[in-house]
């Protein structure tokens, strides 16, 4: 699992911000927010334009680094931060596995070059290394690889390098970090299938639905949602098969559905073929929710405890001791990320009304 993450110089992030997953509180209640000792489910605010979204990005930045999974490249124009004094982008990861903890730091330019790579195993230096000058402290990652061939030029990532060419046992750390970073997801829950990560492509995004079982899945998904229209398949005269809406005229659902329910039919595909996902990350979940919908996707998500979840939203609905925790809530600002509990020296109890607290300003940082 992510145990900690901090970015510096990425977009709208001059300063450090960093996300402790480890900092978990002793609160009593809603613990499959919990996994392990790590923060299993959170949901993040903040204003409009303060990097929630960048957030999401600089977290999936990793994915481009070490695998060949799907990235939209234009998400990351102007990829440095404007007022930075450096000219790169620093990211620091820092996962937890059953057998060890893995440490990756690296940067990267403008043009998202990588120009430094370091990597801590168990809290012990494996390599670091400079791209730039084509320097680096290499000899701990001779040691425990002997048989790779370092004497190499470019700059491509040593770590994806050396993780592809080695033969480690199968559940060491170094392994279980590039499986764990492969099935990393990031979606928007909007009008599109914009995502990152998972899979190099979706090309399945508009036939999954043919298969009756998820046909019917999906239509009951639409009515526990309020929405009571049942859905058929119909073979068009190009002579595809496209969805639509089972009404006395059928229509074609993409075309005549609205944007929430379209919203569903993504966070549906993504529910149902990535299953085996390690951290879910979907930016601004909730943007065409009913604040009743709203809620059943959080508890949907938090009855999944086998991957992380990260949310977006503006949808103060949510914040209920009922639905979460106060270490599970963030705030996003100018001034860093934190969360409720590390928000305020007022001592939050299961008790309290999160959501006037945060409309009277208590999270304020």
């Given at each position: 699992?992510?145990?900690?993450?901090?970015?510096?110089?990425?977009?709208?992030?001059?300063?450090?911000?960093?996300?402790?997953?480890?900092?978990?509180?002793?609160?009593?209640?809603?613990?499959?927010?919990?996994?392990?000792?790590?923060?299993?489910?959170?949901?993040?605010?903040?204003?409009?334009?303060?990097?929630?979204?960048?957030?999401?990005?600089?977290l999936?930045?990793?994915?481009?680094?070490l695998?060949?999974?799907?990235v939209?490249?234009?998400?990351?124009?102007?990829?440095?931060?404007?007022?930075?004094?450096?000219d790169?982008?620093?990211?620091?990861?820092?996962?937890?596995?059953?057998?060890?903890?893995?440490r990756?730091?690296?940067?990267?330019?403008?043009?998202?070059?990588?120009?430094?790579?370091?990597?801590?195993?168990?809290?012990?230096?494996l390599?670091?290394?400079?791209?730039?000058?084509?320097?680096?402290?290499?000899?701990?990652?001779?040691?425990?690889?002997?048989?790779?061939?370092?004497?190499?030029?470019?700059?491509?990532?040593?770590?994806?390098?050396?993780?592809?060419n080695?033969?480690?046992?199968?559940?060491?750390?170094?392994?279980?970090?590039?499986?764990?970073?492969?099935?990393?997801?990031?979606?928007?829950?909007?009008?599109?299938?914009?995502?990152?990560?998972?899979?190099?492509?979706?090309?399945?995004?508009?036939?999954?639905?043919?298969?009756?079982?998820v046909?019917?899945?999906?239509?009951?998904?639409?009515?526990?949602?309020?929405?009571?229209?049942?859905?058929?398949?119909?073979?068009?005269?190009?002579?595809?098969?496209?969805?639509?809406?089972?009404?006395?005229?059928?229509?074609?659902?993409?075309?005549?559905?609205?944007?929430?329910?379209?919203?569903?039919?993504?966070?549906?595909?993504?529910?149902?073929?990535?299953?085996?996902?390690?951290?879910?990350?979907?930016?601004?979940?909730?943007?065409?929710?009913?604040?009743?919908?709203?809620?059943?996707?959080?508890?949907?998500?938090?009855?999944?405890?086998?991957?992380?979840?990260?949310?977006?939203?503006?949808?103060?609905?949510?914040?209920?001791?009922?639905?979460m925790?106060?270490?599970?809530?963030?705030?996003l600002?100018?001034?860093?990320?934190?969360?409720?509990?590390?928000?305020?020296?007022?001592?939050?109890?299961?008790?309290?009304?999160?959501?006037?607290?945060?409309?009277?300003?208590?999270?304020?940082?």
């Amino acid at each position: 699992m992510l145990k900690r993450f901090e970015v510096q110089g990425f977009k709208s992030f001059l300063h450090p911000v960093t996300i402790d997953f480890s900092d978990v509180r002793d609160y009593q209640f809603n613990n499959t927010c919990v996994k392990d000792g790590l923060l299993n489910k959170i949901i993040v605010y903040g204003r409009n334009s303060v990097g929630k979204t960048n957030l999401g990005l600089a977290l999936f930045d990793i994915v481009s680094t070490l695998t060949s999974n799907n990235v939209s490249s234009e998400l990351y124009n102007y990829y440095l931060n404007a007022d930075s004094t450096t000219d790169y982008a620093q990211f620091d990861y820092l996962f937890s596995f059953d057998n060890g903890e893995v440490r990756y730091q690296y940067r990267k330019n403008a043009k998202r070059e990588l120009i430094w790579e370091k990597v801590l195993l168990n809290g012990n230096i494996l390599y670091e290394y400079d791209y730039a000058v084509s320097e680096g402290m290499l000899e701990p990652l001779r040691d425990l690889m002997p048989t790779l061939n370092l004497n190499f030029r470019g700059s491509d990532s040593i770590l994806k390098y050396s993780i592809a060419n080695s033969s480690l046992e199968a559940d060491h750390p170094l392994y279980q970090l590039l499986h764990f970073v492969s099935h990393m997801l990031w979606f928007r829950s909007l009008d599109e299938n914009k995502y990152i990560g998972y899979r190099s492509n979706s090309s399945n995004y508009l036939d999954f639905i043919f298969d009756d079982a998820v046909l019917h899945e999906f239509e009951q998904f639409l009515h526990q949602a309020g929405i009571k229209e049942n859905l058929i398949v119909r073979q068009d005269t190009d002579g595809e098969q496209r969805l639509y809406f089972d009404t006395k005229v059928p229509l074609p659902f993409f075309k005549t559905a609205s944007s929430g329910t379209r919203a569903l039919y993504t966070f549906f595909y993504w529910y149902k073929t990535a299953a085996d996902v390690s951290l879910m990350f979907i930016d601004e979940f909730d943007a065409f929710y009913h604040y009743e919908l709203a809620e059943t996707i959080v508890k949907l998500l938090e009855n999944m405890p086998q991957f992380q979840t990260i949310l977006t939203s503006h949808n103060t609905n949510l914040l209920s001791n009922r639905i979460m925790r106060p270490d599970c809530y963030f705030i996003l600002s100018e001034n860093g990320l934190y969360s409720f509990a590390n928000a305020t020296k007022r001592e939050l109890r299961e008790g309290h009304n999160l959501e006037k607290l945060y409309m009277s300003g208590e999270f304020n940082e």
